[in-house]
């Protein structure tokens, strides 16, 4: 489907600040016919001031602006490049576990911050993995949050609601608003948000 795929993927002691702003700035070399595709799993918090940061490994909670990824920045990173940029985002802020699903609490509003994300100015079109104040279900037996289950049912093949091989973005988001909203039995649902949502091909069923 495309020619050239370009794979980075930075987990547990390599999701770094330094690492995930690096491998970020080499979007700059993207043209207009190209797709970008960003997804960032983990923990985020807000300082003081209510600004929203994402919490890589080496993150240090008194030390947000020299060790996390601030909101704003990557908004910035993104901001008007050529082609086609999604983001997916299954973070939220910290909180406690309840049995064997995990609850991340978020007390950021992650409507407002995904709608503020994907403005006209940034050109980016932003999945996240839940509305308003809600937070994040994971559970032990996933090995992830019930948006990642979601995204990987759906572009396996689930999403392909008009069986033509092929995941459209919009079929994969109203997959995984439909998906995650039964797994989490009504306490989570995604929120799309970008300018002028269009449609096209994410990957062909295998």
Known sequence: MYRDVQVKVLVNQDATRLNILNELSHLDQMTQDD??????????????????????HDANTKQLLGT????????????????????????????????????????????????????????????????????????????????????????????DFDKDGIIHRSELEAY???RVTKLTKGRQHPIAAGPGIQDFAIVRVR
């Open 176 to 178: 995984v608003k439909r």
């Open 68 to 159: 996390a990824v601030q909101w704003s920045d990557l908004q910035n990173q993104l901001k008007g490049l050529p082609g086609k940029v999604l983001l997916w985002a299954d973070t939220c802020h910290a909180a406690g576990i309840a049995g064997n699903t995990k609850l991340r609490g978020n007390t950021m509003d992650m409507t407002q911050l995904t709608r503020e994300f994907a403005d006209a100015e940034t050109g980016v079109i932003v999945l996240s993995s839940s509305t308003g104040q809600e937070g994040s279900a994971e559970y032990a037996g996933w090995g992830h949050g019930a948006f990642t289950k979601a995204l990987l049912d759906g572009m396996n093949g689930e999403a």
């Open 35 to 56: 797709l970008a595709l960003l997804f960032i799993a983990g923990h985020g918090i807000k300082d003081p001031k209510g600004n929203y940061f994402f919490l890589p």
